[in-house]
């Protein structure tokens, strides 16, 4: 079994910490190392630089490890299994701070959400759930539902939309924003539910001609219909009918 590491550093150290991570647990080449720390860098510059983040590995998560079983595993390449994943607070934390039960109103008051890192480098933003106060613009107005997790073994809460980054061949845009609607849905209204990303490609089979694998993203007809098939009531609307107005 892989040894657990867990870190607490500044953000301004997070870089160099999963670097090493990078370095020491994927053994990643310079070039496609050099290029997933640009990726988590430019990701990084959005949020406030006096954030304490805590950093996790091996991680589980549930939307990569379900895509791995679902295509990553059967490539010729060896792909991992285990993600990273960072925690965002808004003030100093301490190991001591995830140990205590009294402590546990002080981390929920000052948890800003997370990012997992999954191994599919260079494109490794996972699934990630911020909340708009931990941005550089936090005044900013987004549809937030209350998404559930775990830091260090304790259950903290964060407030915001969740999203992820295309990776390319499983999940391009319209897989992923398919994802994330039904994420949101599901987490706050009762009539709906979260979905995997394989029950995207399996709600697709029924009316695609060739196989969804390795995705050449959907047409506008496939996404109303998946959507259609996950409880919502889809209407299309024409640039051309509209024009201007659209």
Not at 4 to 17: M, N
Not at 62 to 67: C, D, E, H, T
Not at 108 to 120: E, K, S, Y
Request: contains cysteine; glycine residues 6%; neutral net charge.
């Amino acid at each position: 079994m892989e040894n657990i590491f867990t870190g607490i550093v500044p953000k301004a150290e997070i870089i160099p910490l999963v670097e090493k991570i990078f370095k020491e647990r994927y053994q990643l080449n310079t070039n496609m190392l050099t290029a997933s720390l640009g990726t988590l860098d430019f990701y990084l510059q959005h949020l406030q630089g006096d954030l304490t983040v805590v950093a996790e590995h091996p991680y589980v998560d549930k939307v990569y490890r379900n895509i791995y079983y679902y295509y990553y595993s059967s490539k010729l390449e060896n792909y991992p299994r285990q993600c990273i994943k960072l925690s965002f607070f808004k003030t100093k934390v301490t190991d001591d701070d995830f140990r205590n039960p009294e402590r546990l109103e002080y981390l929920q008051n000052n948890f800003g959400g997370f990012v997992v890192l999954r191994p599919t480098f260079p494109s490794i933003i996972g699934r990630s759930v911020l909340s708009s106060t931990i941005t550089k613009t936090p005044d900013i107005q987004i549809c937030s539902v209350g998404i559930g997790t775990t830091v260090k073994g304790v259950k903290l809460t964060t407030y915001g939309f969740p999203h992820a980054s295309q990776d390319a061949e499983m999940l391009t845009c319209a897989e992923t924003t398919i994802w994330s609607l039904m994420e949101y849905f599901g987490s706050r209204y009762a009539e709906y539910k979260p979905i995997l990303p394989d029950q995207i490609s399996k709600i697709l089979s029924s009316i695609s001609f060739e196989r969804l694998t390795p995705s050449k993203g959907l047409s506008g007809n496939q996404i109303s219909f998946a959507v259609k098939e996950l409880g919502f009531g889809v209407r299309s609307y024409s640039r051309n009918q509209y024009q201007v107005e659209f």
